[in-house]
């Protein structure tokens, strides 16, 4: 299995083709466990004010580009704020 780091990279040069696990990886090493993931979303917490939140959905074993475009928005602004 490959590395968070790996697959950052991959979801950083492509955020369309990206597994559901594989983001779902980065987003617990990232943003911690989920609130919520008994359904098809998984809702993880962010540190800041506004939008307090991270929402990936698993569309058949793949990511949504759209939410993969977001989550990597979210790290960005984690690593900046560090």
């Known amino acids: 299995m490959a590395s968070t780091a790996e697959i950052l990279k991959a979801v950083r040069n492509n ?7 594989d983001l779902a990886k980065v987003c617990d090493a990232y943003f911690g ?6 359904t098809s979303h998984r809702v ?3 540190p ?4 307090p939140r991270v929402n ?3 569309a058949k074993g793949m ?8 989550v ?3 790290i960005e ?5 560090k």
């Open 72 to 74: 990597i928005k979210a």
């Open 56 to 58: 990936i959905q698993n």
């Open 63 to 70: 990511a949504k580009p759209y939410q993969v475009r977001q």
């Open 44 to 46: 993880y917490r962010t």
């Open 77 to 81: 602004k984690l690593e900046g704020a």
């Open 15 to 21: 955020p369309k083709g990206i597994r559901f696990a």
């Open 33 to 38: 466990e989920p609130r919520q993931k008994s």
């Open 48 to 51: 800041w004010i506004g939008d």
